[in-house]
T-cell receptor, first 114, second 115 residues
């Protein structure tokens, strides 16, 4: 079975600093990869997804992620954090050629300090 | 276009009762999936419905069931509620065009508290 690991349940940054949220997957065949954001009392919103086109994927709100097969990683970055980025972030994978059943990581809470 | 809507937003029930949650997908979306989100287990897939048929099912007991209507609206039912069923239940819809690269659109969730 696939698994997704998000290193760090909490990440704290200062406003204007680089945001780096880590995601590693475990499957022999690279899956489809997704990053979602969840604000308090809301559902999940897709930030970006990797579907085997360019390995550097640009998403909404200035976020981007790079797929690295050799490292089985799909880390999420943003050059400059904004207070409004404070939220919970989830990495998810879906197996290629399988059923549409996402496996989610445990989530990383991003805290942005003024 | 209206987003995914879920009703009710908040619900309080007692152990042993049963509950029904409702989800209206984005217009034109044929697939509806349900997820349970808890602090302990994280986000877990419950089931997916497509064209009124259950297409996929997660690892949950039979107390959890669902259905989908001809207009793609979906309901989820939990019978004989347990304290551990307290969670945020999220519904998501997608076009389901035959690819696993579809984007799912999530509703705001129903917060269920079991006392």
């Amino acid at each position: 079975a696939q698994s997704v690991t998000q290193l760090g349940s909490h990440v704290s940054v200062s406003e204007g600093a680089l945001v780096l949220l880590r995601c590693n997957y475990s499957s022999s065949v690279p899956p489809y990869l997704f990053w979602y954001v969840q604000y308090p009392n809301q559902g999940l919103q897709l930030l970006l997804k990797y579907t085997s086109a360019a390995t550097l994927v640009k998403g909404i709100n200035g976020f981007e992620a790079e797929f690295k097969k050799s490292e089985t990683s799909f880390h999420l970055t943003k050059p400059s954090a904004h207070m409004s980025d404070a939220a919970e972030y989830f990495c998810a994978v879906i197996e290629r050629g399988g059923s549409y059943i996402p496996t989610f990581g445990r989530g990383t809470s991003l805290i942005v300090h003024p | 276009k209206a987003g995914v809507t879920q009703t009710p937003r908040y619900l309080i029930k007692t152990r042993g009762q049963q509950v029904t949650l409702s989800c209206s997908p984005i217009s034109g979306h044929r697939s509806v999936s349900w997820y349970q989100q808890t602090p302990g287990q994280g986000l877990q897939f419950l089931f997916e419905y497509f064209s009124e048929t259950q297409r996929n099912k997660g690892n949950f007991p039979g107390r959890f069931s669902g259905r989908q209507f001809s207009n793609s609206r979906s309901e989820m039912n939990v019978s004989t509620l347990e304290l551990g069923d307290s969670a945020l239940y999220l519904c998501a819809s997608r076009l389901a065009g035959g690819t696993n690269t579809d984007t799912q659109y999530f509703g705001p969730g129903t917060r269920l508290t079991v006392l």
